[in-house]
T-cell receptor, first 117, second 112 residues
Framework: GAGVSQSPRYKVAKRGQDVALRCDPI?????LFWYQQALGQGPEFLTY????????KSGLPSDRFFAERPEGSVSTLKIQRTQQEDSAVYLC???????????????FGPGTRLTVL | SQQGEEDPQALSIQEGENATMNCSYK?????LQWYRQNSGRGLVHLIL?????REKHSGRLRVTLDTSKKSSSLLITASRAADTASYFC????????????FGRGTQLTVWP
């Protein structure tokens, strides 16, 4: 596909369950970002990868959140022991990250809506 | 924490009218961007304005930036029902790593 894809689109979990959210970035895009968007709010940064290296994870809200991108392409955001406050839309974005450019446009996926009961 | 504050939080207009949304931010920036989000969808990039620019146009969109007031505005002219969406501003807080800081957004409703 031409864009960023995410799966599943919707996930319902019981409190305490572990969940894994997948992001397929645009082929060749070096940078990958995860954002969390609570209802009625703007997206908030979670973590950033450049290829397989996780360069910034300062936005992860707790140690229950873990992200990986082992081969520098697909990324997985894992949430352990989910809590009700984890309910949100999780957005993934990728960018080309061309050297020498001061800005590289981020392309967003449709998001995964997580509901924790 | 949210970087920008958009106002109004909600805006309701008739087709053909112009829609103006404002954004304020708190830190220095390299650039400011506006995004659009339809209900249940991801964000779509609309326009970027650099810190040394004051105004930028793209089709029916006009963005202004006042770095002395740390504010920006997005004007959509001759609005259409299809413009109904949430609009967010986002800044980089002066970083070049690409991380974006979003405001809470303005929900625009355009009535046919």
């Amino acid at each position: 596909g031409a864009g960023v894809s995410q799966s599943p689109r919707y996930k319902v979990a019981k409190r305490g369950q572990d969940v894994a959210l997948r992001c397929d970035p645009i082929s060749g895009h070096v940078s990958l970002f995860w954002y969390q968007q609570a209802l009625g709010q703007g997206p908030e940064f979670l973590t950033y990868f450049q290829n397989e290296a996780q360069l910034d994870k300062s936005g992860l809200p707790s140690d229950r959140f873990f992200a990986e991108r082992p081969e520098g392409s697909v990324s997985t955001l894992k949430i352990q022991r989910t809590q009700q406050e984890d309910s949100a839309v999780y957005l993934c974005a990728s960018s080309l990250n061309q050297a020498g450019r001061s800005y590289n446009e981020q392309f967003f996926g449709p998001g995964t809506r997580l509901t924790v009961l | 924490s949210q970087q920008g504050e958009e106002d109004p939080q909600a805006l309701s207009i008739q087709e053909g009218e112009n829609a103006t949304m404002n954004c304020s931010y708190k830190t220095s920036i390299n650039n400011l961007q506006w995004y659009r989000q339809n209900s249940g969808r991801g964000l779509v990039h609309l326009i970027l304005i650099r810190s040394n620019e004051r105004e930028k146009h793209s089709g029916r969109l006009r963005v202004t930036l006042d770095t002395s007031k740390k504010s920006s505005s997005l004007l959509i002219t001759a609005s259409r029902a299809a413009d109904t969406a949430s609009y967010f501003c986002a800044t980089d807080r002066g970083s070049t790593l690409g991380r974006l800081y979003f405001g809470r957004g303005t929900q625009l409703t355009v009535w046919p």
